[in-house]
C-alpha cells in the first residue's frame, strides 16, 4: 500500500533553516510528484510547492520562491522540503502529498510539525 | 495567487443534501478540470474526496460528487451524516503551474 512517512518534528530559531523529508513506498516513486502542503495553527491549507518524482523539476508557490528548496533522492524514494528564513508565522504542520501532476494529492504523510520560536 | 473563495460554514440535518461553492477565476477553476477536494477532521490528514472535478477515488462514498460551472466548483454531501462533520478544502491548477487551495469550509451537522 502507498505510504509517505515524514521526519519528525522540528524546533528551529527564527532565521534558522528547516529540512523536512519524506519517504515513499507501495508505488514507483518516478512516476508521481510530490506536493508539499502546510497548514498553521487553527489555519487553512496552503500549497508550497512540487517537485516531479522523475525528473526533479519544481513549481513553487510565488510566496516561497526565495526561500524554499525541494529536493528529491530516486535512489531512496525520499523527497524533501528545505525552507529557510524561517519566521515565526512559518510555525505549521508541514505536510507532503503524492501528486501526479499537481492536480490532485491522493495520500498524504502524517505531518510534521515545525515550531518556530526564539 | 490568492485562495480559492468557500463559505467558512454549511450546515445541515442527518439525511439532508448540502453543497459548498468555492469560487474561482479564469486562471484556475475556470481554466482547468483539475479541481479537487479535501475531507479534514480536526487533528487528522486530509483526505483526498474528489479529483478532477467529478471523480471520486476509490473507497470515498458516493455520497460525494463534484461539479463546476465556470469559475465555481461545488462538492455536495448528500444524505448527510454524522461522521461528515469536518473541514473541506478545495483546490485547483492554476495557469502558473501551480496549485491554490480554498479558504476552507466547516460542515456543521445540526
Known amino acids: 500500500q502507498v505510504q509517505l512517512v515524514q521526519s519528525g518534528g522540528e524546533m528551529k530559531k527564527p532565521g534558522a533553516s528547516v529540512k523536512v523529508s519524506c519517504k515513499a513506498s507501495g508505488y514507483t516513486f518516478s512516476r508521481y510528484g510530490i506536493s508539499w502542503v502546510r497548514q498553521a495553527p487553527g489555519q487553512g491549507l496552503e500549497w508550497m510547492g512540487w517537485?516531479?518524482?522523475?525528473?526533479?523539476?519544481?513549481n513553487y508557490a510565488q510566496r516561497f520562491q526565495v526561500r524554499v528548496t525541494m529536493t528529491r533522492d530516486r535512489s531512496t524514494n525520499t523527497a524533501y522540503l528545505e525552507l529557510r528564513g524561517l519566521r515565526s508565522d512559518d510555525t505549521a504542520v508541514y505536510y507532503c502529498g503524492r501528486d501526479e501532476e499537481m492536480a490532485a494529492l491522493d495520500h498524504w504523510g502524517q505531518g510534521t510539525l515545525v515550531t518556530v520560536s526564539s | 495567487q490568492s485562495a480559492l473563495t468557500q463559505p467558512a460554514s454549511v450546515s445541515g440535518s442527518p439525511g439532508q443534501s448540502i453543497t459548498i461553492p468555492c469560487t474561482g477565476t479564469n486562471s484556475d477553476v475556470g481554466g482547468y478540470n483539475y479541481v479537487s477536494w479535501y475531507q479534514q477532521h480536526p487533528g487528522k490528514v486530509p483526505k483526498l474526496m474528489i479529483y478532477?472535478?467529478?471523480k471520486r477515488p476509490s473507497g470515498v462514498s458516493d455520497r460525494f460528487s463534484g461539479a463546476k460551472s465556470e469559475n465555481t466548483a461545488s462538492l455536495t454531501i448528500s444524505g448527510l451524516q454524522a461522521d461528515d462533520e469536518a473541514y473541506y478544502y478545495c483546490a485547483s491548477f492554476t495557469s502558473s503551474s501551480t496549485s491554490v487551495f480554498g479558504t476552507g469550509s466547516r460542515v456543521t451537522v445540526l
Open positions: 478532477d472535478v467529478d
Open positions: 517537485i516531479s518524482g522523475y525528473t526533479g523539476n519544481t
